[in-house]
Nanobody, 113 residues
């Protein structure tokens, strides 16, 4: 089991930026972020492997960037050009292969004027 500790959520105006961080208790192959908006299903946002391979949901491509510091077991999510529809609870995830096996507690991101 991997413990995940997230930070960095908050309130931002449309067009603004936020950076989320997540530190894992040990090294794991894949880390990433899911999100869940009110009344919607939880959805994949982006993931990154230890080797640096990434994938993104189409709606965030070009606006969000995931990166990783393997020495710190930490993953970062830089979110730019935020839109109201990005409002959600963002969950850090860890996976040995692809499907998440461990989840963080979640951090709220609210995009509103």
């Amino acid at each position: 089991q991997v413990q995940l500790v997230e930070s960095g959520g908050g309130l931002v105006q449309p067009g603004g930026s936020l950076r989320l961080s997540c530190t894992a208790s040990r090294s794991i192959w894949r880390m990433g972020w899911y999100r869940q908006a009110p009344g919607k299903q939880r959805e994949l946002v982006t993931t990154i492997t230890r080797s640096g391979s990434t994938d993104y949901q189409d709606s965030v491509k070009g606006r969000f960037t995931i990166s990783r510091d393997n020495a710190k077991n930490t993953v970062y999510l830089q979110m730019n050009s935020l839109k109201p529809e990005d409002t959600a609870v963002y969950y850090c995830v860890a996976a040995a292969f692809y499907a998440p096996t461990d989840w963080g507690q979640g951090t709220q991101v609210t995009v509103s004027s």
